[in-house]
């Protein structure tokens, strides 16, 4: 990364900087809430930060936010955590996904665009999407769920999951999901915080040309989820509802008019998961507003979306970009759900589902795109891309040969969009903007009303130098609480502990002097592979159930070239020995009971586990020994129990290097 050098890979022409909604937003800001007129994107975003309550104001009248009741004032508190967004206020998230439907120009155009393995892409219009909305909040209702109950899914990337989740928001629910390929044990990790009384499952999915039966899987979390009080069986195999299920087809069935039920704006939407380093992974949950307010932002400005979009991003319904995705709908966008491989039945699988949807922006994984440049895949070779207007990268972070592949080999007018955020915030703190130069290894510019800076360890801004990630204004999608953490003290310890009343994310970044932005990577422990996080914590408990494991630490380390390395090391208990056998029973226990996209790399026996003095495993120094950081700058030594197993794990990172 130069940052001095300041010529961009891609530039907007005037054209298109005339015709990005960004653009029209801030003329239309100016004139009626003191905007600056002049000065482009940095000009607003200084403005949207400085001015934050009247930003959102503009916000939530730009894009005609429905309330049913209006609000007292836009920001109750700014305190962090805990800020009060919109008190008084009242509305529904579902109405305002639905409301395309509405139109009688667009109620017969697609809302949905399912795509699998072996389809061409199957419709589901507005109207239809309405009516089975309509029909399945009827049945909730009718079985009991009122405002605040959990319902949750456990179901791939298919439309019944987005007519589930906006049925669960149309009555009040708290939707919850988690993807078919997650093991019993990590869905119960999850799913047992939070007490559902409905589950919507399915009896298997399709991944790779394969069947993947979930029938024993389903039974077991029947069992050890006594809060149900119904689950709903979807036939994806074509099997038969078992004893006790409800068929999908019959709540659905019904033609009634949806009715939303109107909620506080801090209302609870959903609940998304993001581990820590210890115990189970947090329940992040998050509000009807604002997630409302903030998606509206994001995709509406940001990624510039409207009717004319089709929106596809490669992900599953265990990863907050399934979320993102379905809020497209807040835009009259057209979303593209795809249920499968990204990989099958060629590694440029996900470019053939956006030239058959029609995609105009096509969301994926840097490590696709680092997988498809490795395979010598050509894109606009091989496929219509002509409706391709942006592809957006997420997960990682998009390494500079990424930017100049996509650039080559998709089009060079194309608007590549690096973005960041996290499952914490569900949104994107930085990325995207139609308006503004691409520039190689860097994400645009921070978003609207997100004041994103990059700290040093005294709380102090950089730029053009590495630092923490930290916001210090509050956003309105940041978590309302974590779930079971009754005096806020774990959603606190996690994002505020190190600069007090300001949101220190976990991720190393730079602000350029020029605006843009570059994310380094995680700065904490938590396991990031194809866009799914996991705890560290999740894999422990798992492999350390095997009696020759004594203790484990796992590492994931973003490597240069755009991959991703994660070792497992073993501490084996006294006469065992790893061989190929328990090689393989370890990998086995990760594929079965946690996920097959956090089997490890390698497996490396180690002399010992590292630990603080009040027994804490020590990942954090230990990737960074992995990634080359001398001793003295990766750990305080003080804080070890044993300094000498630090040599074994440099060893490593001198093979390595």
């Given at each position: 990364m130069d940052t001095a050098n300041p010529s961009p890979l891609w530039q907007p022409d005037r054209e298109q900087i005339a015709d990005a909604r960004i653009t029209r937003f801030q003329a239309w800001a100016a004139d009626h809430y003191g905007a600056p007129a002049d000065g482009g994107y940095e000009a607003l975003h200084r403005w949207s930060v400085?001015?934050?309550?009247?930003?959102?104001?503009?916000?939530?009248?730009?894009?005609?936010v429905r309330f049913t009741h209006p609000y007292a004032r836009v920001l109750g508190s700014r305190t962090m955590p805990g800020a009060e967004w919109f008190p008084g206020a009242t509305l529904n998230y579902a109405e305002h996904a639905l409301r395309t439907a509405e139109d009688p120009a667009r109620a017969d155009t697609p809302a949905i665009l399912h795509v699998d393995e072996t389809q061409e892409p199957r419709p589901v219009t507005w109207a239809e999407l309405r009516r089975q909305v309509g029909s399945l909040a009827a049945r909730l209702r009718a079985l009991g769920v009122r405002p605040g109950d959990r319902v949750s899914g456990y179901l791939p990337n298919i439309p019944e999951a987005v007519v589930a989740l906006l049925a669960t928001a149309a009555v009040g629910g708290v939707w919850t999901s988690c993807a078919p390929d997650f093991g019993a044990r990590s869905v119960l990790d999850r799913f047992q915080q939070v007490e559902p009384v409905v589950l919507f499952t399915v009896d298997g999915y399709r991944y790779g040309g394969k069947e993947h039966d979930r029938r024993?899987?389903?039974?077991?979390?029947?069992?050890?989820?006594?809060?149900?009080?119904?689950?709903?069986?979807?036939?994806?195999?074509?099997?038969?509802?078992?004893?006790?299920?409800?068929?999908?087809?019959?709540?659905?069935?019904?033609?009634?008019?949806?009715?939303?039920?109107?909620?506080?704006?801090?209302?609870?939407?959903?609940?998304?998961?993001?581990?820590?380093?210890?115990?189970?992974?947090?329940?992040?949950?998050?509000s009807q507003g604002g997630i409302l307010v903030e998606h509206l932002k994001q995709l509406g400005l940001h990624c510039d979306l409207g009717p004319d979009d089709r929106f596809f991003w490669y992900t599953s319904t265990g990863w907050m970009m399934w979320n993102f995705l379905v809020s497209g709908l807040l835009t009259g966008t057209t979303i593209v759900?795809?249920?499968?491989?990204?990989?099958?039945?060629?590694?440029?699988?996900?470019?053939?589902?956006?030239?058959?949807?029609?995609?105009?922006l096509f969301g994926t994984s840097a490590a696709y795109v680092m997988a498809c440049r490795k395979a010598g895949v050509h894109p606009a070779r091989d496929h219509d891309l002509s409706r391709v207007t942006c592809v957006a990268t997420t997960g990682s972070p998009l390494p500079p040969d990424g930017f100049r592949w996509l650039h080559d080999e998709v089009g060079d007018d194309l608007w590549i969009a690096s973005v960041s955020g996290g499952t914490d915030v569900c949104s994107c703190f930085a990325g995207a903007v139609a308006t503004l130069p691409v520039h190689i290894g860097e994400l645009q510019a921070p978003a609207l009303g997100t004041d994103l800076q990059a700290w040093d360890p005294q709380g102090d801004p950089l730029v053009d130098e590495v630092g923490e990630l930290v916001v210090t204004n509050p956003m309105p999608s940041m978590p309302i609480r974590f779930w079971n953490d009754p005096d806020g003290s774990r959603y606190h310890d996690s994002y505020f502990d190190t600069y007090p009343g300001v949101w220190r994310h976990g991720d190393w970044i730079t602000l350029t002097s020029r605006g843009s932005v570059v994310i380094h990577g995680r700065s904490d422990s938590t396991l990031n592979r194809q866009g799914v996080r996991m705890g560290s914590a999740d894999?422990?408990?798992?492999?350390?159930?095997?009696?020759?494991?004594r203790e484990s630490l796992v590492i994931g380390l973003e490597q240069p070239d755009g991959g991703y390395w994660m070792p497992l090391f073993v501490h084996l208990a006294p006469g065992a020995t790893l061989d190929d056998d328990l090689r393989s029973r370890i990998k086995r226990t990760i594929?079965?009971?946690l996920s097959p996209r956090h089997v490890p790399d390698e497996i490396i026996e180690a002399p010992g586990i590292p630990h603080t003095l009040t027994g804490k495993r020590i990942e954090v120094p230990v990737k960074r020994l992995l990634q080359g950081t001398p001793l003295e700058k990766a750990v305080n030594p003080g804080s070890i129990d044993n300094l000498d197993l630090l040599a074994f794990y440099e060893d490593i990172a001198r093979k390595r290097a």
């Amino acid at each position: 990364m130069d940052t001095a050098n300041p010529s961009p890979l891609w530039q907007p022409d005037r054209e298109q900087i005339a015709d990005a909604r960004i653009t029209r937003f801030q003329a239309w800001a100016a004139d009626h809430y003191g905007a600056p007129a002049d000065g482009g994107y940095e000009a607003l975003h200084r403005w949207s930060v400085t001015e934050l309550d009247t930003f959102w104001k503009a916000v939530t009248d730009w894009f005609d936010v429905r309330f049913t009741h209006p609000y007292a004032r836009v920001l109750g508190s700014r305190t962090m955590p805990g800020a009060e967004w919109f008190p008084g206020a009242t509305l529904n998230y579902a109405e305002h996904a639905l409301r395309t439907a509405e139109d009688p120009a667009r109620a017969d155009t697609p809302a949905i665009l399912h795509v699998d393995e072996t389809q061409e892409p199957r419709p589901v219009t507005w109207a239809e999407l309405r009516r089975q909305v309509g029909s399945l909040a009827a049945r909730l209702r009718a079985l009991g769920v009122r405002p605040g109950d959990r319902v949750s899914g456990y179901l791939p990337n298919i439309p019944e999951a987005v007519v589930a989740l906006l049925a669960t928001a149309a009555v009040g629910g708290v939707w919850t999901s988690c993807a078919p390929d997650f093991g019993a044990r990590s869905v119960l990790d999850r799913f047992q915080q939070v007490e559902p009384v409905v589950l919507f499952t399915v009896d298997g999915y399709r991944y790779g040309g394969k069947e993947h039966d979930r029938r024993d899987t389903v039974a077991e979390l029947r069992s050890a989820l006594p809060s149900l009080r119904a689950v709903v069986h979807i036939p994806l195999l074509g099997t038969d509802a078992p004893d006790g299920a409800l068929d999908w087809a019959a709540l659905t069935a019904g033609d009634e008019a949806p009715v939303f039920e109107e909620v506080p704006f801090d209302h609870p939407l959903w609940v998304l998961y993001s581990s820590g380093t210890t115990g189970l992974p947090k329940a992040i949950v998050q509000s009807q507003g604002g997630i409302l307010v903030e998606h509206l932002k994001q995709l509406g400005l940001h990624c510039d979306l409207g009717p004319d979009d089709r929106f596809f991003w490669y992900t599953s319904t265990g990863w907050m970009m399934w979320n993102f995705l379905v809020s497209g709908l807040l835009t009259g966008t057209t979303i593209v759900t795809y249920d499968g491989s990204p990989g099958h039945p060629g590694t440029d699988a996900q470019w053939a589902v956006a030239e058959r949807t029609g995609a105009t922006l096509f969301g994926t994984s840097a490590a696709y795109v680092m997988a498809c440049r490795k395979a010598g895949v050509h894109p606009a070779r091989d496929h219509d891309l002509s409706r391709v207007t942006c592809v957006a990268t997420t997960g990682s972070p998009l390494p500079p040969d990424g930017f100049r592949w996509l650039h080559d080999e998709v089009g060079d007018d194309l608007w590549i969009a690096s973005v960041s955020g996290g499952t914490d915030v569900c949104s994107c703190f930085a990325g995207a903007v139609a308006t503004l130069p691409v520039h190689i290894g860097e994400l645009q510019a921070p978003a609207l009303g997100t004041d994103l800076q990059a700290w040093d360890p005294q709380g102090d801004p950089l730029v053009d130098e590495v630092g923490e990630l930290v916001v210090t204004n509050p956003m309105p999608s940041m978590p309302i609480r974590f779930w079971n953490d009754p005096d806020g003290s774990r959603y606190h310890d996690s994002y505020f502990d190190t600069y007090p009343g300001v949101w220190r994310h976990g991720d190393w970044i730079t602000l350029t002097s020029r605006g843009s932005v570059v994310i380094h990577g995680r700065s904490d422990s938590t396991l990031n592979r194809q866009g799914v996080r996991m705890g560290s914590a999740d894999i422990y408990e798992a492999v350390e159930r095997l009696p020759e494991i004594r203790e484990s630490l796992v590492i994931g380390l973003e490597q240069p070239d755009g991959g991703y390395w994660m070792p497992l090391f073993v501490h084996l208990a006294p006469g065992a020995t790893l061989d190929d056998d328990l090689r393989s029973r370890i990998k086995r226990t990760i594929r079965e009971q946690l996920s097959p996209r956090h089997v490890p790399d390698e497996i490396i026996e180690a002399p010992g586990i590292p630990h603080t003095l009040t027994g804490k495993r020590i990942e954090v120094p230990v990737k960074r020994l992995l990634q080359g950081t001398p001793l003295e700058k990766a750990v305080n030594p003080g804080s070890i129990d044993n300094l000498d197993l630090l040599a074994f794990y440099e060893d490593i990172a001198r093979k390595r290097a």
